[in-house]
């Protein structure tokens, strides 16, 4: 079965306490894309990345970073958390135009 | 830049009749792909319909079709028959042609359909 998986999917933390959420896709997809949802802003991209080694900033990745050293996972890192972290994240995965599978999203709690 | 604009953020329908639901986009790229997902309250989000700017027919999927108009920069939702499942938050949005390396979310219509 095609999809994309996140881990945690529900997470409590405090400031300044490093975490990662893992995302990975088992259908072999060349872009990923991390978002982050936060209510009447709907979502926003955070990082993306078009390959292996090839990752980029999308609108707000203040506070982020990502690695992609392999093609199925794209981690996201939070190096010191903040509570304006808090907010719900999807990572994606693109088949090409016009097909973008979601993960079941991962909410962050950070206090 | 591109920018997505819904400005329903709720809206109610009777069970069985249809809904439309409005997206405007603005953009200065000439090849820009524009999509619509379902999040219901589990929070998964759900591909319902894509539209390429190209695309002389308007995209359909069962019950859902996409009421493109390029001129006026709006792409429309409908969703004919509503079904007391499609209450959830609606979320239009826009790519880049072929990779959605810049993929822009409207901030959502919550529709709730009424039994």
């Known amino acids: 079965e095609a999809q994309v998986t996140q881990n945690p999917r529900y997470l409590i933390t405090v400031t300044g306490k490093k975490l990662t959420v893992t995302c990975s896709q088992n259908?072999?997809?060349?872009?990923m894309s991390w978002y982050r949802q936060d209510p009447g802003l709907g979502l926003r991209q955070i990082y993306y990345?078009?390959?292996?080694?090839?990752?980029d900033k999308g609108d707000v990745p203040e506070g982020y970073k990502v690695s992609r050293k392999e093609k199925r996972n794209f981690p996201l890192i939070l190096e010191s958390p903040s509570p304006n972290q808090t907010s719900l994240y999807f990572c994606a995965s693109i088949a090409g135009v016009g097909t973008q599978y979601f993960g079941p999203g991962t909410r962050l709690t950070v206090l | 830049a591109q920018k997505i604009t819904q400005t329903q953020p709720g809206m109610f329908v009777q069970e069985k009749e249809a809904v439309t639901l409005d997206c405007t986009y603005d953009t200065s790229d000439p090849s820009y792909g524009l999509f619509w997902y379902k999040q219901p309250s589990s929070g998964e989000m759900i591909f319902l319909i894509y539209q390429g700017s190209y695309d002389q027919q308007n995209a359909t999927e069962g019950r859902y079709s996409l009421n493109f108009q390029k001129a006026r920069k709006s792409a429309n939702l409908v969703i004919s028959a509503s079904q007391l499942g499609d209450s959830a938050m609606y979320f239009c949005?826009?790519?880049?042609?072929?990779?959605?390396?810049?993929?822009?979310f409207g901030a959502g219509t919550r529709l709730t359909v009424k039994p």
């Open positions: 990345s078009m390959n292996v080694e090839v990752t």
């Open positions: 259908m072999n997809h060349e872009y």
């Open positions: 949005a826009m790519s880049a042609y072929l990779y959605n390396n810049d993929m822009r």
